[in-house]
């Protein structure tokens, strides 16, 4: 799909504006839009009896993370669509969890051709830990309108990691 070495990508990829890598998946998947990267805070509130405050202590609690939903995308190989089939087929014969890792691209034109020059913007990575695919919704196929088929997938994680 794209060498990061030379940060030479291909045309459709002029679309997609997110790479995600799967630990466990030998590629890269493209993405128009990534949705629901979140972490939240349960505050606890609690009072001790022989306090002489009415108002209750606030302390943190557990950390919840929504679910992730990618907007597909366009993949070079099949491997990433083997992984998701590996997470929502009821033969699944393995723990699909994996380390998944979303990058932000930028994307410079050089020139009308098909060949476009990006680079990575490592500014703005995201990894979702112990994460797997908890949703696939299919795209509405209707052939009399003229809208692209986007596929989405939904994926649920244990932990959210902000390197940068």
Same mark, same amino acid.
């Given at each position: ?13 002029? !679309? ?5 890598? *799967? ?6 998947? =493209?993405? $128009?839009? %990534? /949705? ?44 990433? !669509? ?5 997470? *929502? ?6 723990? =699909?969890? $994996?380390? %998944? /890792? ?63």
């Amino acid at each position: 799909m794209s060498d990061k070495n030379t940060g030479s990508m291909y045309y459709p990829l002029t !679309k997609m504006n997110f790479l995600v890598t *799967v630990d466990s998946v030998d590629g890269v998947a =493209a993405f $128009s839009e %990534v /949705t629901g990267v979140e972490a939240t805070v349960d505050v606890i509130e609690f009072r001790q009896g022989n306090s002489n405050s009415l108002a209750p202590v606030k302390i943190p609690g557990l950390v919840k993370h929504g679910n992730v939903t990618l907007k597909f995308g366009y993949t070079r190989n099949n491997k990433f !669509k083997d992984w998701l089939k590996d997470c *929502v087929t009821e033969s699944r014969a393995k723990d =699909a969890r $994996s380390n %998944v /890792t979303i990058e932000l691209i930028n994307i410079q034109e050089s020139s009308p051709s098909q060949v476009v020059e990006s680079t990575l913007d490592s500014t703005l990575t995201w990894q979702l830990t112990n994460a797997w695919v908890c949703k696939y919704t299919a795209p509405d196929l209707n052939a009399s309108t003229s809208e692209v088929a986007i596929e989405s997938v939904e994926i649920a994680y244990e932990e959210l990691v902000i390197p940068n």
